[in-house]
């Protein structure tokens, strides 16, 4: 069974950072797409950033570049997203995904095209 756990959110004042952590169990592929989506309250879930494992390329929604960078550690079966300059519109409950083939990894983040998914973590910005 394919388990996300994320953790690593809180609460936060504007111009802060954080770092969020998702470990992954169960998915013994090489070539996936891996990425961070948020909800945030009375709106849509997006894709905030994903990243292919074959070759590293990555995606970042315009609100986020420049302020977020997601990355990997295989041998921890983890995947990061540090976040700095934490704006009040970020606040929202963030969740990690996972899914087999690399090549998807933009098409996964856009279209929410994702396998497995966590259960999310809370990340609240204040002003």
């Known amino acids: 069974e394919v388990q996300l756990v994320e953790s690593g959110g809180g609460l936060v004042q504007a111009g802060g950072s954080l770092r969020l952590s998702c470990a992954v169990s169960?998915?013994?592929?090489?070539?996936?797409?891996i990425g961070w989506f948020r909800q945030a309250p009375g709106k849509e879930r997006e894709g905030v950033s994903c990243?292919?494992?074959?070759?590293?390329?990555?995606y970042y929604t315009e609100a986020v570049e420049g302020r977020f960078t997601i990355s990997n550690d295989n041998a921890k079966n983890t995947v990061y997203l540090q976040m700095n300059n934490l704006k009040p519109e970020d606040t929202a409950v963030y969740y990690c995904?996972?899914?087999?083939?690399?090549?998807?990894?933009?098409?996964?983040?856009?279209?929410?095209?994702?396998?497995?998914w966590g259960k999310g973590t809370l990340v609240t910005v204040s002003s």
């Open positions: 990243l292919s494992s074959t070759n590293g390329n990555t």
């Open positions: 169960g998915f013994t592929f090489d070539d996936y797409a």
């Open positions: 995904a996972v899914r087999r083939g690399s090549y998807y990894y933009m098409a996964a983040c856009l279209n929410y095209g994702m396998a497995h």
